[in-house]
């Protein structure tokens, strides 16, 4: 029986480029990045796509559909992607939209060891990124092209909502740090750790 194939957010985007039309592996980077989706999946690495496309081709997901050459370019192999690569897209589409993954993120891995610095700098560590994320939220907003429906800006909608939950939070924190709600220094961390340890 054959294995189903690792799903990844490259490799759904990828399939899902390849519904919209054949095109090589450079033309899907330049897409990617011109829709900003190089947001949501990391291709900063500029052999990515191309392993994560021989990945597809392996599974039986997407295979080489032809060559073309432009002018003073070299020949690019064109992509399409398969019945099966269509269907396994749907899948992961929707097993993406139903159950959460299991992410791990940097920021609560961090968070997990403030008692490491001292409460003044975390606060001020903290502000710095609300003001980060700020920024970040504002340029989300001004790439957005005017009169674009909402159904091809939802993920930067989504991503927006989730940066200015987390400002709020930080903004709540960082209060906390500044009146002192929240703090701690090495006599209650170890206290803590011998009443709950």
């Known amino acids: 029986m054959a294995t189903e194939p690792r799903r990844s957010n490259l490799g759904m985007l990828l399939l899902a480029l390849l519904t919209e039309a054949p095109m090589h592996p450079y033309r899907m980077q330049q897409m990617i990045k011109e829709r900003g989706q190089d947001q949501i999946v990391n291709v900063a690495q500029r052999n990515s796509v191309y392993q994560a496309l021989d990945r ?12 073309t050459r432009e002018a003073g370019r070299p020949e690019r192999t064109i992509y399409e992607i398969t019945d099966a690569g269509a269907a396994t897209m749907r899948r992961w589409l929707a097993e993406a939209l139903t159950v959460p993954a299991r992410e791990f993120p940097e920021f609560p891995a961090a968070l997990a060891f403030l008692a490491l610095i001292n409460p003044e700098h975390v606060r001020d560590l903290l502000a710095q990124r609300v003001e980060a994320l700020t920024a970040k939220v504002a340029a989300i907003h ?19 909502a989730l940066l200015t939950a987390e400002i709020t939070w930080l903004r709540g924190v960082v209060q906390d740090l500044t009146d002192g709600t929240l703090t701690w220094n090495l006599q209650l961390i170890q206290d803590t750790l011998e009443e709950f340890g």
Do not use: K, N
């Open 56 to 67: 597809l081709v392996r599974d039986g997901l997407a295979r080489p559909g032809g060559t």
């Open 142 to 160: 001004e790439a957005a092209p005017a009169g674009l429906p909402r159904l091809f800006l939802i993920e930067d909608e989504y991503r927006a």
